[in-house]
């Protein structure tokens, strides 16, 4: 339950060029544990003049009476689209802006701090803390993660891929030739795609594939299906939802539309020129030194023994929500380009708020274990069902059961623009409408 109790006074960030906020943005973060509290700095807070709503989520605990968080009710960062580095420009359901982690990594880390995200996906807080020369720790189930994120840590030059695209027979697609695959794609594009799928394979299994194939395959992977002809494809679902077969039969029907023919290879050098635009050397030289260190695991968030205990100075995540999101379906074409067997991931899916919460609860055990004592955990969730969930609710007893100190609750509120409006759900009116953040912070050695 939250209650509003107070309006606060506010900060509010000088106006700069963008150069000057490019510089602002590189340089170390606050010093907060010295200074003013993140608590003090959010109400301090404002965002175009629009002031912090200051509030209390009470949650009631297991063994009696209830615990008062402090709650901060505004909009953090911007609503707008594509305002972030051009990295981050790769499809994948469920994820959060780059503004998210870099709210909290500008505000609670130092430069060589080592950032971790559990549940990476597409490896957006792993990009941004490179991006802001951290160090990076990442984590996920889905083995398709691990494809998205590394090329990005180390990009190559245009270049590169253009010469690596000219070693490809794409006159010879080999024995796979899947004939259901005709509802995506005329017969030639199929047959550039299997010709690449083949090469990529092939490169691997002689120990061959380098940071070069790794980003064509992220690239190529990216474009396998959608809704604009910078996909592969004919019209289809948004790139971060394959169709299936017979479901895309019946877009084809509805539209009275048959696969166009496609360049994969164009396509490709086409994708690679829009992520790497905002690449400069510094940007590169900042990605380099994050690469050399990371440690990218493919495995479940409650198990990482491979991750040193005590190293981690800030986790920025958001785990899977109940049942929301059917991972499985969406990503079954990528993982059919990479040579992965989708059935076999064994990905979280929960459907009783009380099955998330135990699994969150070892979650945050292992979380607490990787954390520096006074190190710090952004967990962002979501209201569900029209809002009568709200998961912060029942995170906030997972961290407590764990040994992690509930700071506060962060609720960015606004308009934006999702995946939803193209089934016709307005902006919020359903889904998850907001980011709701608990951040907890691990008590100082020897209290946990």
Known sequence: MMRESSRSRFWKRPKMSISQRRLFDA????????????????????????????????????????????????????????????????????????????????????????????????????????????????????????????????????????????????????????????????????????ALKRFLAQRETAGLLDSVDQWIRMVAVNRLTGHSRGFFSVYTLPPNQAASVASQKKINTQLNQVPLRRDVPELILAKSRSLLSDCNDAIRESLRRAAEGCQLLTAVAAETPEIESGSVDLVVTSPPFLDIVDYAGDNWLRCWFCGIDAAAVRLTILRKVEEWRLAMTGVFHELARVLKPNGYLAFEVGELRGGRVRLEEHVIPCGLAAGLEPMLVLINDQKFTKTANCWGVANNARGTNTNRVVLFRRPARGSL
């Open 27 to 194: 340089v170390d973060g606050p010093d907060l544990s010295r200074n003013a509290s993140i608590n003090q700095h959010l109400r301090a807070f404002s965002w175009n003049g629009k002031q912090t709503t200051v509030a209390e989520t009470r949650v009631p605990l297991s063994h009696g009476g209830d615990i008062s968080v402090e709650t901060f009710i505004n909009e953090f960062w911007t609503s707008r689209q594509r305002v972030a580095h051009s990295l981050h420009e790769i499809s994948y359901r469920a994820c959060f802006k780059p503004q998210l982690p870099r709210f909290f990594i500008e505000r609670l880390t130092r430069i060589s701090g080592v950032v971790y995200d559990p549940f990476m996906g597409r490896g957006t807080t792993l990009l941004e803390a490179a991006l802001l020369g951290r160090a990076v720790r990442g984590c996920d189930i889905n083995p398709l993660s691990v494809i998205l994120v590394l090329p990005r840590l180390s990009p190559p030059h245009l270049t590169q891929i253009a010469s690596r695209l000219r070693q490809v027979d794409w006159q010879r697609g080999g024995e796979e030739h899947p004939e259901e695959f005709l509802v995506f794609y005329h017969p030639e594009t199929l047959r550039e795609i299997c």
